[in-house]
C-alpha cells in the first residue's frame, strides 16, 4: 500500500493474507481430478474391468461423464456454477487435442492430462490466493485484490455493526480462519435458500411424480473472498484487534449526548439568527433625527425601555437554550476531586500574581 492512498494521521496496524490451505476447496477441485484420472487409468489398463472398457471411446467417456456430474454436484453446493463450466472446459480441452492427434494412446493420455490439468489449476489457485491483500490501519479496514480485474473495498470502524468469524477443521488445526465485518447498510450479508422436491399419489396404483419448489430465505454472514477478512493467519490475533478497533471507534453514551446537545444548540442558534434577521428587516428605517434637550430624552427613555422588550418568540428561544443548558450541566459526568483541587490551586496562584 502506498503512502499516498494513506488517508491524515492514518497508520498500517496489520498487512495480511489468505493462509496458503485457505482455499482447500479449491485445491480439492484439483486434487480430484488427479486422483479420478489415476483410478480411470487403472480401471481400463489393470482392474477385472478392464474388458468392459475395450471400446475407443469408452475410458474417455467414463472419466469425462463422473467429471462433468461431480462439477454438477460440487457447483450445486457451493451455489457457484464456475465450478462446472470449469470442468466443461477441461472435457473439451481434452476432447479437442484427442481430434487433433489421434494416434494418442487414449488410457495414458487421461492420466497424463489430468496431472498437468491439476497441476495448472494449483498454481492458478496460488495466484489468486495471493492476489488477496487485507490492510488493517488505525481508520479502517482496506480489501483488496483481483487478477485481471482488480477489485477494492474499504470499510470504517465506525460503520461496522456486527463482526461474524468462522474457522473450519483446517482452521482450528493451523490457526487460521475468515472475518467478515457487516456494516449498517447490511453488506457481508447474504441469503441460503433451501428447495423441497417429492410426489403424489392418485388412488392405489397410479402414482404422479413431480418436483414441488418452494423457497425459504435466511440472511447469513456471507460476502466474496474480496470482501473480508478470508482465511487470515493467525486468526485469535487479528480478530481481537479488528474488535479493539471497533470499540474504540464506537461512541460512549455520554458522547452521544453531547452530539445531540450540540445538535440541538446549534437549532437554537439557527433560530435566534432568523428571528433577528426578520426583526431588522421588519424594523423601518428611521431618518436623522435632531437634537434633542437632554430633559426630552430622559423622558423618552422609558417608553424605549418598553420598546426594546424581546418578542415572545425570542423569548421562548431564551428559555429552550437555558433548559437546554441546565439539562447539559446535569448530565454532565462530575470531575474528580483532584482536578477539581489542582484547577482551584492554579486560580489562587492567578489571583495571588495579579495582586504582587
Keep these: 500500500m502506498e503512502k499516498k492512498e494513506l488517508l491524515k494521521n492514518e497508520q498500517v496496524e496489520r498487512l495480511l493474507s489468505p493462509h496458503p ?6 485445491q480439492t477441485l484439483c486434487i480430484f481430478m488427479i486422483v479420478w484420472g489415476v483410478v480411470v487409468w487403472w480401471l481400463v489398463s489393470f482392474s477385472q474391468y478392464k474388458n468392459v472398457f475395450a471400446g475407443p471411446w469408452y475410458p474417455f467417456i467414463l472419466w469425462a461423464l463422473v467429471l462433468m456430474l ?76 483481483g487478477v485481471l480485474t482488480k477489485r477494492e473495498r474499504t470499510i470504517r470502524y465506525d460503520k461496522i455493526t456486527d463482526i461474524n468469524s468462522r474457522q473450519g477443521i483446517l482452521g482450528q488445526i493451523f490457526g487460521f480462519g475468515t472475518i467478515i465485518p457487516i456494516s449498517e447498510s447490511g453488506f457481508g450479508l447474504g441469503s441460503d435458500k433451501s428447495m423441497a422436491g417429492g410426489g ?29 477478512l478470508h482465511g487470515v493467519y493467525p486468526f485469535r490475533e ?28 446549534v437549532d ?14 421588519e424594523k423601518p428605517r428611521t431618518k436623522s433625527v435632531k437634537q434633542k434637550p437632554v430633559e426630552d430624552e430622559q423622558e423618552e427613555e422609558e417608553p424605549d425601555k418598553e420598546e426594546e422588550a ?10 429552550q437554550m437555558q433548559q437546554l443548558l441546565k439539562k447539559q450541566r446535569v448530565m454532565k459526568p462530575a470531575r474528580d476531586k483532584a482536578e477539581e483541587e489542582a484547577e482551584e490551586e492554579e486560580e489562587e496562584e492567578k489571583s495571588r500574581n495579579s495582586n504582587r
Design 268 to 281: 437554537i442558534q439557527k433560530q435566534m439568527r432568523d428571528l433577528l434577521h426578520q426583526q431588522v428587516r
Design 200 to 228: 403424489v399419489e392418485v388412488g392405489k396404483k397410479t402414482r404422479l411424480f413431480g418436483f414441488a419448489g418452494g423457497g425459504k430465505e435466511v440472511q447469513t454472514p456471507i460476502a466474496r473472498s474480496y470482501y473480508e
Design 238 to 265: 487479528v480478530q481481537k484487534l479488528v474488535e479493539n478497533m471497533v470499540q474504540s471507534h464506537v461512541p460512549t453514551q455520554y458522547q452521544k449526548e453531547q452530539v445531540e446537545f450540540s445538535k440541538q444548540q
Design 310 to 319: 424581546f418578542p415572545q418568540e425570542q423569548v421562548d428561544i431564551q428559555k
Design 70 to 145: 461431480v462439477g454438477v454436484i460440487a457447483s450445486l453446493m457451493a451455489i457457484q456454477w464456475s465450478i462446472f463450466f470449469l470442468y466443461l472446459g477441461v472435457v473439451l480441452g481434452g476432447l479437442g487435442i484427442l481430434f487433433w492427434q489421434p494416434s494418442l494412446d487414449l488410457k495414458l493420455f487421461i492420466l497424463v492430462y489430468s496431472i498437468v490439468v491439476s497441476i495448472a489449476g494449483f498454481l492458478i489457485v496460488e495466484v489468486y490466493r495471493r492476489s488477496h491483500k487485507y490492510y488493517i490501519t488505525n481508520l479502517r479496514i482496506m480489501f483488496k485484490g
Design 21 to 26: 490451505l485457505s482455499f482447500m476447496k479449491l
